[in-house]
C-alpha cells in the first residue's frame, strides 16, 4: 500500500501561482510514476502532469504547458506542481497519483481543491 498527503491548494486571483505538494509513504515501488490530475464541476478527472521516477520523464496536459512544472524533491517519494499564470479555468481538485509500474496498481490521494477567482 501506499499513503498520499496532498498540500497547497487555496483560492488564488488569476494570473497568480500555487504549489502543491504531495509525500508518498509505504510500500515505494522503485519504478514509479507520480502525477497530478484535476477533475472540475460536471468534467472527467484529466491528467494535469506526470513524473517517471527513474528518467524523470515529463509529460503535461496541453492546457498547462509552459505554466505549470512538475518536479520531484530528492528523496524521490515527494512530487511538486508549480502553478503560474492560472485561470479560472484550472479551478478543480487536484489528486496525487502514484503508480507502481511492477503491480500495474494506482494510488490516489484525497485531493486538494484549487480555485482561482477574482
Known amino acids: 500500500q501506499v499513503q498520499l498527503v496532498e498540500s497547497g491548494g487555496g483560492l488564488v486571483q488569476p494570473g497568480g501561482s500555487l504549489r502543491l505538494s504531495c509525500a508518498a509513504s509505504?510500500?515505494?515501488?522503485?519504478?514509479?510514476?507520480m502525477g497530478w490530475y484535476r477533475q472540475a464541476p460536471g468534467k472527467q478527472r484529466e491528467l494535469v502532469a506526470r513524473?517517471?521516477?527513474?528518467?524523470?520523464?515529463?509529460n503535461y496536459a496541453d492546457s498547462v504547458k509552459g505554466r505549470f512544472t512538475i518536479s520531484r524533491g530528492d528523496a524521490k517519494n515527494t512530487v511538486y506542481l508549480q502553478m503560474n499564470s492560472l485561470k479560472p479555468e484550472d479551478t478543480a481538485v487536484y489528486y496525487c497519483?502514484?503508480?507502481?509500474?511492477?503491480?500495474?496498481?494506482?494510488?490516489w490521494g484525497q485531493g486538494t481543491q484549487v480555485t482561482v477567482s477574482a
Open positions: 497519483n502514484f503508480y507502481a509500474y511492477g503491480p500495474g496498481v494506482d494510488y
Open positions: 513524473i517517471t521516477s527513474r528518467s524523470s520523464t515529463t
Open positions: 509505504g510500500s515505494i515501488f522503485s519504478s514509479n510514476a
